[in-house]
């Protein structure tokens, strides 16, 4: 049969067609009025995507230049950082924090778990300047508590900042910035905005803002100020990934057609898809006698299945990839070989995620050398499918 390329992978996810051709066809300087005008509506879009009255930057890097920058404006050598961390992305903030000559404590928990309040609450002490934390493991698929989190940093009565990388976490989990006062959020292009890598961004608070006026940490190409300053003129401080703003502009376009005209009833939709979609695929991968790897706290964005024994689960990917020209995920750091992982941010439906587990049953079957029950992945999807339509039907 032939063999459509796929993307079953957290970053990057499958791309938005409208996206693609506004990419491709667009081709205006960053220093005339016409990108000017799509750089101003993008920004106030993004705004709304991300449900904040905070502003908005949008950057080209890496949702790791993003991170850095969020490290490198809001702190000074010396600063004691409470970083937590529970895979290989909060092991990134640890680096990062480290990188600045900060004094690091680091709450560390092991892969897949996720942290309780009161452990986090006895770290928070007074000398603390600033948490640094990720909405959803993407290396483990864990879901942190940031709403738990936020409220005991505020409730310290400091001047403590929060920052949350959520960079797979906008978009696939119910997220309220400026209730729950994150000084900073992190996103990124690839993830369920739907479009190619090259773009990061995140929502600035005013309390991260005066920070900056006196943090001595290095910075240039990544200073937010600069950044903050070009922005209120139309533009970017230094050249822009045009076409990528195009694609991001026709995202938003997208995304706001979802919810009826509203972004943050959009982005909503997304949410609700990728949790619907998590479930379906956490029911057929049990459906399979796989385990669930963050089963106490399960993220929307991707699903985390422990490989059965004596299997490695890089002959998962492979199999994936040779017979299905799939990609799924290997597991990363020291979960390498032990867990896949399967995504469900952005541009995914009812038929990528019931073909996904069909081409697993298939892969388990070639990969274990047993005897698989086929359609016993699909048939427990379907009945999650089956209930949850029926139930949000019922709540119209």
Same mark, same amino acid.
């Given at each position: 049969?032939?063999?459509? %390329?796929?993307?079953?992978?957290?970053?990057?996810?499958?791309?938005?067609?409208?996206?693609?051709?506004?990419?491709?066809?667009f081709?205006?300087?960053?220093r005339?009025?016409?990108?000017?005008?799509?750089?101003?509506r993008?920004?106030?879009?993004m705004?709304?995507?991300?449900?904040t009255q905070n502003?908005?930057?949008?950057?080209?890097?890496s949702?790791?230049?993003?991170?850095?920058?969020?490290?490198?404006?809001l702190?000074?050598?010396?600063?004691k950082?409470?970083?937590?961390t529970?895979g290989k992305?909060?092991?990134?903030?640890?680096?990062?924090v480290?990188?600045?000559?900060c004094?690091v404590?680091?709450l560390?928990?092991?892969y897949?778990?996720t942290f309780?309040l009161?452990?986090v609450?006895s770290?928070?002490?007074?000398?603390?300047r600033a948490?640094y934390v990720?909405a959803?493991?993407?290396?483990t698929?864990?879901r942190?508590d940031v709403?738990?989190?936020?409220?005991?940093?505020?409730?310290?009565?400091?001047?403590?900042?929060?920052?949350?990388d959520?960079?797979t976490? &906008?978009?696939?989990?119910?997220l309220?910035?400026?209730?729950?006062?994150?000084d900073i959020?992190?996103?990124?292009s690839?993830?369920?905005?739907?479009?190619?890598?090259?773009?990061?961004?995140?929502?600035?608070?005013?309390?991260?803002?005066q920070?900056?006026?006196?943090t001595?940490s290095?910075?240039?190409?990544f200073?937010?100020?600069?950044?903050?300053?070009?922005?209120?003129?139309?533009?970017?401080?230094y050249?822009?990934?045009?076409s &990528?703003?195009?694609?991001?502009?026709?995202?938003l376009?997208?995304?706001?057609?979802?919810?009826a005209g509203n972004l943050?009833?959009?982005?909503?939709?997304?949410?609700? %898809?990728?949790e619907?979609?998590?479930?379906?695929?956490r029911?057929?991968? &049990?459906?399979?006698?796989?385990?669930?790897?963050a089963?106490?706290?399960p993220?929307?964005?991707?699903?985390?299945?422990?490989?059965?024994?004596?299997?490695?689960s890089?002959?998962i990917?492979?199999e994936?990839?040779?017979?299905?020209n799939?990609?799924?995920?290997?597991g990363q750091g020291?979960?390498?070989g032990?867990?896949?992982r399967?995504a469900?941010i952005?541009?995914?439906d009812?038929?990528?995620?019931i073909g996904?587990?069909?081409?697993?049953?298939?892969?388990l079957?070639?990969v274990t050398?047993k005897?698989?029950a086929?359609?016993?992945?699909?048939?427990?999807a379907?009945?999650?499918f089956?209930?949850?339509?029926?139930?949000?039907?019922?709540?119209?």
């Amino acid at each position: 049969m032939l063999r459509k %390329n796929r993307l079953f992978t957290p970053g990057p996810t499958p791309l938005l067609p409208a996206a693609q051709f506004a990419e491709a066809s667009f081709t205006a300087h960053h220093r005339t009025a016409d990108f000017r005008n799509l750089f101003t509506r993008v920004l106030a879009d993004m705004k709304e995507f991300i449900g904040t009255q905070n502003d908005v930057l949008v950057l080209a890097c890496s949702g790791t230049g993003v991170m850095e920058a969020a490290v490198s404006n809001l702190t000074s050598p010396g600063d004691k950082i409470l970083v937590l961390t529970a895979g290989k992305f909060g092991e990134r903030w640890t680096a990062l924090v480290e990188a600045y000559g900060c004094q690091v404590d680091t709450l560390s928990k092991p892969y897949g778990e996720t942290f309780s309040l009161d452990e986090v609450r006895s770290r928070l002490t007074p000398d603390v300047r600033a948490v640094y934390v990720q909405a959803t493991e993407t290396s483990t698929g864990a879901r942190h508590d940031v709403k738990g989190i936020a409220k005991l940093v505020r409730a310290t009565g400091n001047d403590t900042l929060l920052v949350v990388d959520a960079i797979t976490g &906008l978009g696939t989990t119910h997220l309220d910035v400026d209730g729950w006062g994150v000084d900073i959020i992190i996103g990124g292009s690839q993830k369920a905005l739907m479009i190619p890598p090259g773009l990061a961004y995140c929502a600035v608070s005013e309390r991260a803002w005066q920070r900056m006026e006196t943090t001595k940490s290095p910075r240039y190409y990544f200073d937010l100020r600069k950044e903050r300053k070009s922005a209120a003129k139309g533009e970017s401080a230094y050249t822009p990934a045009t076409s &990528l703003f195009a694609a991001l502009g026709a995202a938003l376009d997208y995304i706001r057609q979802l919810g009826a005209g509203n972004l943050g009833a959009g982005r909503e939709d997304l949410v609700n %898809n990728a949790e619907l979609a998590a479930e379906m695929t956490r029911a057929g991968g &049990l459906a399979l006698g796989l385990k669930l790897f963050a089963p106490s706290s399960p993220a929307a964005a991707v699903t985390a299945l422990e490989a059965p024994a004596g299997v490695d689960s890089g002959a998962i990917v492979k199999e994936f990839r040779e017979s299905f020209n799939a990609v799924v995920a290997n597991g990363q750091g020291e979960m390498k070989g032990k867990l896949f992982r399967m995504a469900h941010i952005g541009y995914y439906d009812y038929l990528d995620t019931i073909g996904a587990l069909a081409a697993l049953e298939h892969v388990l079957a070639h990969v274990t050398g047993k005897s698989v029950a086929f359609g016993s992945a699909v048939r427990a999807a379907q009945e999650v499918f089956a209930r949850q339509t029926e139930a949000a039907g019922a709540s119209r």
